[in-house]
């Protein structure tokens, strides 16, 4: 498994290449999730899948949602605790796109704190169907976790899972780059 990590405030930032459903360490996984918190393609198809058809159940009564907010539901079949989903912006229709993209993991993580949960995965949100370029979107959210990461008390681990080498290679050259700022 390919990982990099660095460490900010008290917290560790990783960026593996790997499948988000299979973080059995973390205490919650994001969901890539679409407005109604219904089964969906991509990230959230796979999420649901595992999860199995409760946790369905229990989103949609908190839905819907907009670009950048977050809710909590149990994971059910997952091997964490909890799922955060989040709604990515549609790149360049929810503008402005990169505040909405930061506010997701922003927002996810405030969720994590309230929940004094000690870590979370997060895939590379709105890089999938809603095609916002992982180039200009891994920046944006490795950017956004770093300058959370002072604040926060409980969440120790921050996990960026991303599926192909080259997604990774954006994430980790984009992390790097946060310790040159």
Not at 45 to 68: D, R, T
Not at 158 to 176: G, Q, S
Request: aromatic content about 6%.
């Amino acid at each position: 498994m390919k990982k990099e990590q660095i460490l900010h405030g008290g917290a560790c930032l990783q960026v593996i290449k790997g499948d988000i459903v299979q973080q059995p360490d973390m205490d919650a996984i994001a969901n890539a999730a679409n407005a109604f918190l219904r089964i969906g393609g991509g990230v959230a198809g796979a999420i649901h899948k595992a999860a199995g058809p409760e946790l369905e159940k229990e989103a949609i009564k908190k839905g819907p949602i907009k670009p950048g907010q977050a809710v909590i539901t149990k994971a059910y079949n997952l091997p964490n605790k909890h799922v955060i989903h989040v709604l990515g912006p549609v790149f360049d229709r929810d503008i402005p796109h990169d505040k909405l993209l930061a506010n997701c993991y922003i927002n996810a993580l405030n969720i994590c704190e309230e929940y004094r949960l000690k870590s979370i995965a997060f895939p590379a949100i709105s890089t999938g169907v809603f095609g916002y370029p992982v180039e200009e979107a891994a920046p944006v959210a490795l950017q956004a976790i770093y300058d959370k990461m002072p604040e926060l008390k409980s969440v120790k681990i921050i996990r960026m899972v991303v599926w192909t080498d080259r997604d990774y290679n954006e994430h980790v050259n984009a992390m790097l780059n946060l310790e040159k700022s």
